[in-house]
């Protein structure tokens, strides 16, 4: 593999073949992390209209542990996606890449493109990052333009824990060529013991919990409590990670939305096969490879990872002045704003007191209200209507301004 790296650039020429993606400028590619065989898949996005020069770059991860970022990219926030009703394959116009270069990555090693030998597969956040960190590196070799840019980590659900443990870590180490600005997390999962032990409270003033249940719930919470106290992972993982299937009320047929009464499964399905077709293989530069859009092996890897929390990582982040937005669908079950809420509220920080203070006011965009937020300086927690886990999903328009007050703030506040 010359230098260590495959790529497809594909602008607008035909004379490249099939190009899934013919109205942008794009690149896919692959990095080698060492010689054991793991590398990692990137496919990186310029920005449709260029608001300045450079402009930022925005890297979006999906969590699971194990999802593909594919799953950002074509049912949420890139610049194609799937229509979920009628499958159909469309240009979004509310891609996040319409005034930022975006970078979407398949990560840890064995997760979508990525590959993974073994002993080599990740079953921690120090894996997590010290591979990011030796990725973005020869990442920036290829680019060297990226260095020094402002530089934005985003995702949502487990990325709660890769983003904390990825922005913690490369503001330790302080190495000049990476700039980091903001953490825009979705539905974050940063301490899955808090969260979890507030799903009953949340079931329960939603009328999806009778007070029995409730009892029930608060008692199991508890026994998961005293597991969790022990210290070992073996004791506490069978009783508290799974937690949410257990208790997920039966009136909810979609555990990313109470309000829907469908599933994603033919969009994600969708997804899966398009990704996996030889031509769409051969166009991103890796046509000898399997694409699976959920790892079931890397999940299994990451068990031991369920319960250790990464509050500590985020408030460090958080005292740096890194900007954070925290943000969650209010129809979410799975990572509900009530744990999530309490994880800022939890956050160990100079302007902790003032953020617990601070009411929740409501964000309109031309007089239409699509969330509340509360804030102060840096840190920022938003509840989206009429959404679930998956907000870019439900919520497209609304994430697309949100990310455009996160990058630039000034040109946005006139209407919100």
């Known amino acids: 593999m010359l230098a260590g790296y495959i790529f497809v650039l594909a602008l607008l020429d035909t004379s490249l073949g099939y190009n899934p993606f013919p109205e942008d400028r794009w690149e896919s590619g692959v990095i080698d ?31 699971g542990p194990g999802w593909s970022s594919f799953v950002g990219f074509m049912a949420k926030m890139g610049p194609y996606k799937f229509n979920r009703t009628t499958l159909e394959y469309y240009r979004n116009p509310h891609a996040w890449n319409e005034f930022a270069d975006l970078l979407f990555v398949d990560q840890p090693v064995g997760t979508g493109f990525s590959r993974a030998r073994d002993p080599h597969e990740c079953t921690g956040l120090p894996c997590v990052y010290h591979n990011f960190y030796n990725f973005f590196k020869k990442l920036m070799v290829k680019h060297p333009e990226f260095r020094r840019r402002p530089f934005y980590l985003t995702g949502d659900s487990y990325v709660g824990k890769y983003n904390s443990a990825i922005a913690r870590y490369l503001l330790r180490i302080n190495d000049p060529d990476i700039n980091i600005k903001g ?51 073996s004791v506490a993982i069978p009783i508290c990670a799974n937690m949410n299937s257990y208790y997920l009320p039966l009136s909810v047929i979609n555990d990313c939305d109470i309000a829907d009464n469908e599933t994603y499964d033919k969009l994600f399905d969708r997804i899966e096969k398009f990704l996996d077709s030889a031509q769409v293989k051969a166009a991103l530069g890796v046509p000898d490879r399997k694409f699976v859009l959920a790892s079931p092996v890397v999940e299994e890897n990451f068990h031991a990872d369920f319960l250790v929390p990464q509050d500590a990582a985020l408030s460090e982040v958080v005292r740096a002045g890194v900007n954070v937005t925290l943000y969650v669908g209010v129809n979410d079950p799975d990572v509900h704003w009530r744990g999530v809420e309490q994880v800022a509220l939890n956050l160990a920080w100079e302007g902790q007191s003032e953020f617990a203070a601070a009411e929740y006011q409501a964000w309109k965009i031309y007089g239409k209200q699509y969330a509340d937020r509360k804030s102060f300086s840096n840190l920022k927690l938003v509840r989206v209507l009429g959404a679930g886990h998956l907000v870019p999903l439900n919520q497209p328009y609304f994430s697309y301004k949100m990310l455009e007050d996160f990058v630039y703030p000034d040109a946005t506040d006139e209407y919100n």
Do not use: H
Not at 48 to 59: D, W
């Open 183 to 233: 953490l825009m997390i979705g539905g974050p999962m940063v301490n899955r013991y808090v969260q979890r032990s507030l799903d009953p409270l949340y079931f329960y003033r939603l009328g999806l919990f009778t007070l029995p249940e409730y009892i029930l719930a608060r008692t199991s919470r508890l026994l998961c409590a005293v597991a969790n106290a022990t210290g070992f992972a």
């Open 33 to 63: 992390l060492n010689d054991g065989g793991d590398d990692i898949f990137y496919i990186y996005f310029e920005a449709r209209k260029p608001r300045t020069n450079p402009p930022p770059l925005v890297m979006w991860l999906s969590g």
